[in-house]
């Protein structure tokens, strides 16, 4: 057990819904951060938040949005779904601010999500 | 553009064969690289390269880095069924983390 905590586990949702992805990191990591896997991709990292400030971006789509709170979980709000947002979308947190700190991100299990 | 090339996709091979898995980066900054294992849930961390020719051993698994060819191999020795799962390479930039697509290794009886 990574000690990172997603829910939900599986999340089924039709076109053009809204669904939030909820993550509490490992206790004491300050920093989280966003994946998405899709079929036969690699993970795809989308944002960073450190202590709830954002601190890195990387291929996330304007319908998506996220933010961590004052008690460090955070959660990832997607919108306007389409079929090809259907993926595993991870959370991972990690100690520090920056990844110069050479801590490994440790995953939390996944959110499965399906757009139909 | 930074990227992380894994090779094989995939493998299948006998209980107790030993494979070799590939990965190459292209990254403008690089501070290290990373092994994961993934079976149906979470990556899960195996092993941290920062310096080149230094093997990282735990058990039957081994990596290690040349950072002049850019590349890492993760060995696995006396495979069991267990190991079937998809070993992901990660390099750290400093920034984020890129992931390869992943090697999916299956292990049959």
């Known amino acids: 057990d990574s000690g990172v905590t997603q829910t939900p586990k599986h999340l089924i949702t039709a076109t053009g819904q809204r669904v939030t992805l909820r993550c509490s990191p490992r206790?004491?990591?300050?920093?989280v951060y966003w994946y998405q896997q899709s079929l036969d991709q690699g993970l795809q990292f989308l944002i960073q938040?450190?202590?709830?400030?954002?601190?890195a971006k990387g291929n996330i789509l304007e319908r998506f949005s996220a933010q961590q709170f004052p008690d460090l979980h955070s959660e990832l709000n997607l919108s306007s779904l389409e079929l090809g947002d259907s993926a595993l979308y991870f959370c991972?947190?990690?100690?520090?601010?920056?990844?110069?700190?050479?801590?490994?991100?440790?995953f939390g299990n996944g959110t499965r999500l399906t757009v139909t | 553009e930074d990227k992380v090339v894994q090779s094989p996709l995939s493998l299948v091979v006998h209980e107790g064969d030993t494979v070799t898995l590939n990965c190459s980066y292209e990254?403008?900054?690089?501070?290290?690289l990373l092994w994961y294992k993934q079976e149906k849930k979470a990556p899960t961390f195996l092993f941290m390269l920062t310096s080149s020719g230094i093997e990282k051993k735990s058990g039957r698994l081994s990596s290690i880095l040349d950072k002049k060819e850019l590349f890492s191999i993760l060995n696995i020795t006396a495979t069991q069924t267990g190991d079937s799962a998809v070993y992901l390479c990660?390099?750290?930039?400093?920034?984020?983390?890129?992931f390869g697509t992943g090697t999916s290794l299956t292990v049959i009886p």
């Open positions: 991972a947190s990690s100690p520090g601010a920056s990844l110069s700190d050479n801590s490994p991100l440790h």
């Open positions: 206790s004491g990591d300050l920093s």
């Open positions: 990254v403008t900054n690089f501070r290290s």
């Open positions: 938040y450190y202590n709830g400030e954002e601190r």
């Open positions: 990660a390099v750290d930039t400093g920034n984020q983390f890129y």
